[in-house]
């Protein structure tokens, strides 16, 4: 099984309402290559219950981990993935399409799957041959409606 092991790339990027935290700043509990309210009552829900592709996917080489790569990919579905997100480091906006990250992005949609990449404010699409890029955006707003239905997910 991966294990974050000091990477901590979802604390930049990833928004989290229940901190106040905006998404691509660092959290202000991100200490020294982890969470500092790790394993505390006061660490939010959703922080608890986030799993990033890297960590979901044992299979995974060292490379793609999210630090290593530049891209916290994400699974996105309630009870199996449907869709994936894939959120890039500001500081390394090509990431995506490059190394690692372009090698997961085309193994993913080889497997079926499609990617929504979220770069700074650009929004990029990348579908499986047999799919159109608004499918991919139609299966992403679905499984996201899910996933705020969830109880799992819910961060208030």
Same mark, same amino acid.
């Given at each position: ?29 991100? #200490? ?8 505390? &009552? %006061? =660490? *939010? ?7 990033? @592709? ?7 080489p060292p490379s793609l981990r999210p630090d290593r790569c530049g891209v916290v990919f994400e699974p996105v579905g309630?009870? #199996? ?8 480091? &500001? %500081? =390394? *906006? ?7 990250? @372009? ?25 499986? #041959? ?27």
């Open positions: 099984m991966n294990s974050c092991d000091g990477c901590t790339l979802c604390c930049k990027l990833l928004e989290v309402k229940a901190l106040n935290k905006p998404e691509g700043r660092d959290c202000e509990h991100c #200490k020294d290559g982890g969470c500092a309210i790790y394993g505390q &009552p %006061e =660490r *939010p829900q959703m922080c608890k219950a986030y799993q990033c @592709a890297w960590l979901w996917n044992s299979n995974w309630k009870d #199996k993935p449907e869709v994936f997100i894939g959120t890039v480091d &500001p %500081e =390394r *906006p090509t990431a995506w399409s490059e190394g690692a990250a @372009a090698q997961a992005a085309e193994r993913i949609t080889r497997e079926g799957f499609g990617i929504v990449l979220r770069s700074g404010k650009d929004i990029i699409v990348l579908a499986p #041959k047999w799919k159109s890029r608004d499918a991919v955006l139609h299966e992403y707003k679905i499984a996201m409606r899910k996933l705020w239905r969830s109880p799992r997910t819910h961060t208030t």
